[in-house]
């Protein structure tokens, strides 16, 4: 699943999301950034999200909700970002996110 090493606090909130049984993709474009992951929907990997634990209190993310405007992996905008005051916070906007049609 991930290339690199990470964060404890980003490795543990991998394992709490379970991407396989959400169908969720790994999609780190950040590998240099510890602290941070990518995470991509199932129908297409450019709709995504970058999660961060940096300078956060535990169990407390900030996050960036990323929309696909063109054909090539970079062509991304943002369309939704904060933070979230907790694991569930988080979630729902992941589910949100990635799972709309």
Same mark, same amino acid.
């Given at each position: 699943?991930?290339?690199? /090493?990470k *964060?404890?606090?980003i490795?543990?909130?991998l394992?709490?999301?379970?991407l396989? +049984?959400?169908? $969720?993709?790994?999609?780190?474009? $950040? *590998? &240099?950034?510890?602290? &941070?992951? #990518?995470? #991509?929907a199932?129908?297409? /990997?450019?709709l995504r +999200?970058?999660?961060?634990?940096? =300078?956060? /209190? /535990? *169990? =407390?993310?900030?996050?960036?909700? !990323?929309?696909p405007?063109?054909?090539? =992996?970079d !062509?991304?905008?943002?369309?939704?970002? #904060? !933070? &979230?005051?907790?694991?569930? &916070?988080?979630?729902?906007?992941?589910?949100?996110?990635?799972?709309?049609?």
């Amino acid at each position: 699943m991930k290339s690199v /090493p990470k *964060d404890p606090e980003i490795d543990q909130l991998l394992h709490r999301l379970d991407l396989d +049984a959400r169908g $969720w993709q790994y999609v780190d474009n $950040w *590998d &240099a950034d510890m602290c &941070a992951v #990518g995470i #991509g929907a199932r129908t297409d /990997p450019r709709l995504r +999200a970058y999660v961060s634990t940096w =300078r956060q /209190p /535990p *169990d =407390r993310y900030f996050f960036s909700c !990323e929309v696909p405007t063109g054909e090539q =992996r970079d !062509e991304c905008e943002t369309v939704l970002e #904060g !933070e &979230a005051s907790s694991y569930e &916070a988080l979630l729902t906007v992941l589910v949100r996110h990635l799972e709309q049609s």
